[in-house]
């Protein structure tokens, strides 16, 4: 009795954490609710986001938004050409003692030490610093100045990315891709979302966002998530689905070995289950379905499948691709 007790409790919590979420970020933010969602998904999983859009379409102000609801930390360093690792990381800075005189280095931390870091552009700055956010993507730490720092908990990395066509931007590296659990599409609004942002904007004010969680809270919704236990067919239903990306793989179908380069690896299985968990939770369940799985397939695997010159040319994208797949029920 006791543990269904807890059970409820936490699923009320995490209803009402939704609730109040959507509640704040719609004062500031027309519309994409399933944006939103997806966020708190990601959130909740303890994964990393990649929102891609043209710009003007909000996506730093979205991320602003739902640091500020959530009570969390932020932190925001603007992508560059000539942006350096340290501008991120941080670094020691030599400091003269009045009294003594001696000389000492001091840390100075960048601005990766935070809750919630939105890495705006981030394909606007080389290689070279975008490998900068690595090791504390997947580690939760920093290495710099010759020590390794344990980052704040909890620690998301989300990211906003213009098209790659554009002049001027440095595709992300696969090994960077791989890191964000979510890639996220944030399409144009409707013709009355459109009217509405015009309205709000152009006439000034605007309502302030209450922080309606707290670190502590998103935490324990976190430790939840993992808790929550997972079928084996559901597994099996995710490793199944991430296998048939692969060109190479006996259960790949025909248009996935005529239009892919190549599939997605182990770690697209591990974010398709760890996402479903979050989903299933917010939606009130502490059962995960196949259908959870299908719900997040596109944002799972569309920046991990890669598609071939085959589909350049036919404009076949690796979101359609991953579409059929599951539509096809294979």
Not at 56 to 78: D, E, W, Y
Not at 139 to 145: D, F, I, K, L
Request: glycine share 6%; proline share 6%.
């Amino acid at each position: 009795m006791n543990m269904q007790t807890e059970h409820e409790k936490v699923i009320d919590i995490a209803s009402d954490a939704r609730r109040k979420l959507l509640e704040q970020v719609s004062k500031k933010i027309v519309g994409q609710e399933a944006v939103i969602e997806l966020m708190l998904t990601a959130l909740l999983a303890r994964g990393h986001c990649l929102f891609v859009g043209v710009p003007g379409l909000a996506k730093t102000l979205l991320v602003n938004t739902t640091s500020k609801a959530l009570g969390l930390n932020f932190g925001r360093i603007q992508f560059t050409p000539d942006l350096m690792p340290s501008d991120i990381t941080g670094t020691d800075i030599l400091e003269v003692d009045q009294d003594t005189g001696r000389r000492h280095f001091r840390f100075m931390k960048g601005p990766i030490f935070t809750n919630l870091l939105l890495a705006d552009e981030i394909n606007r700055t080389p290689p070279k610093t975008q490998a900068a956010l690595l090791q504390a993507m997947q580690e939760g730490q920093v290495t710099a100045a010759g020590q390794t720092r344990n980052l704040p908990d909890p620690f998301m990395v989300f990211a906003t990315q213009n098209p790659i066509e554009q002049e001027g931007t440095y595709p992300l590296p696969e090994a960077q891709l791989d890191r964000f659990m979510l890639m996220i599409n944030v399409s144009y609004p409707n013709a009355e979302e459109e009217v509405e942002i015009v309205r709000r904007t152009t006439m000034g004010g605007g309502e302030d966002i209450n922080a309606v969680l707290s670190p502590e809270t998103v935490v324990n919704l976190q430790q939840a998530v993992q808790d929550i236990p997972v079928s084996d067919h559901v597994i099996q239903y995710a490793v199944d689905l991430v296998r048939m990306t692969r060109p190479s793989d006996p259960s790949a179908p025909d248009y996935i070995k005529e239009y892919v380069g190549w599939g997605a690896g182990p770690r697209a299985s591990q974010y398709l289950v760890m996402a479903g968990k979050a989903r299933a939770l917010l939606d009130g369940r502490l059962t995960v379905a196949r259908e959870d799985v299908k719900a997040l397939a596109g944002p799972v695997l569309q920046h991990r499948v890669v598609s071939n010159f085959h589909a350049d040319a036919e404009k076949v994208s690796s979101l359609a691709l991953i579409e059929r797949l599951v539509k096809e029920g294979h």
